[in-house]
């Protein structure tokens, strides 16, 4: 019988192939990509695991299948819920602000289109994270305060410096310079680093290394060091006037 039809191949399968065709299904549907911090962070964010669950499909339609505002009807192929469940929940997510209804341009359409705005919930969400991390800043801090009690006011003293909260990276470098010289003397480094505008911990990590390479142990011993310094680099100075003022007088020598 002549088929006058498309061709088309259909693949037959051996006996046991089922999963390698599901595996290679699994790869051709392609995946969406949440990021961890929602996961993790979604219930400080006060949405519930059915307002998430929501969230993740309207996710997955945005990006998979170009749907910007899906229908009811969309939503309950895709949700264990209906209409009524998913209405409430989006309802919810307009009213505390993790979505809103935004105009988008169609390229393909050329069109103004109405789609859900997932910005709102990426701005809670990096407030919730900053909230976490000064949290997670102070606990650590409070740890090492208990373990090394030469740094307590350190600290402290730092971020009225800097005016900011100190990062965990921070505070362990902190914790780092008072092993090897005094607390005194990191205070010492902060006041020069800030006397020259420096505010920043790699200016200040260098006038430690400096101080530690020369032995220098107490703010005495750095005010020493700092007067040797400019002597020296007077005495060069005057050198140099020295050097210049035979030349000139030899130049008008030959000039005259």
């Known amino acids: ?3 006058t039809g498309q061709a088309r191949t259909v693949k037959k399968y051996k006996k046991g192939n089922i999963t390698a065709a599901f595996g290679t299904d699994l790869f051709i549907q392609g995946f969406t990509s949440i990021p961890n911090l929602l996961l993790k962070l979604y219930k400080h964010m006060g949405i519930s695991d059915t307002e998430m669950i929501l969230v993740i499909q309207l996710l997955r339609l945005r990006t998979e299948e170009k749907k910007f505002l899906p229908s009811l009807k969309e939503l309950c192929m895709v949700m264990p819920k209906n209409e009524e469940q998913i209405t409430n929940d989006l309802e919810s997510l307009l009213q505390k602000e993790m979505l809103r209804i935004t105009d988008y341009y169609d390229d393909e359409s050329d069109l103004v289109i ?7 919930l990426f701005e809670k969400l990096s407030e919730i994270w900053a909230c976490v991390r000064v949290r997670e800043n102070e606990r650590i801090r409070k740890m090492l305060e208990k373990e090394h009690g030469t740094a307590v006011n350190l600290y402290s003293i730092f971020e009225n410096e800097f005016g900011r909260p100190l990062s965990p990276m921070e505070v362990e470098q902190i914790n780092l310079w008072s092993t090897k ?13 800030v006397m020259m505008g420096k505010h920043n911990f790699k200016y200040i990590d260098s006038i430690l290394l400096e101080w530690e390479k020369n032995n220098l142990r107490n703010p005495g011993d750095v005010e020493e060091y700092d007067k040797r310094f400019k002597n020296r680099h007077s005495n060069v100075k005057q050198g140099g006037r020295g050097k210049d003022n035979k030349k000139s007088m030899i130049q008008s020598l030959y000039m005259s």
Do not use: C, I, Q, T
């Open 1 to 3: 019988m002549e088929n």
């Open 181 to 193: 010289l005094s607390s005194n003397m990191v205070l010492e480094a902060l006041r020069k680093a």
């Open 114 to 120: 109405k789609g859900y705005d997932f910005e709102p």
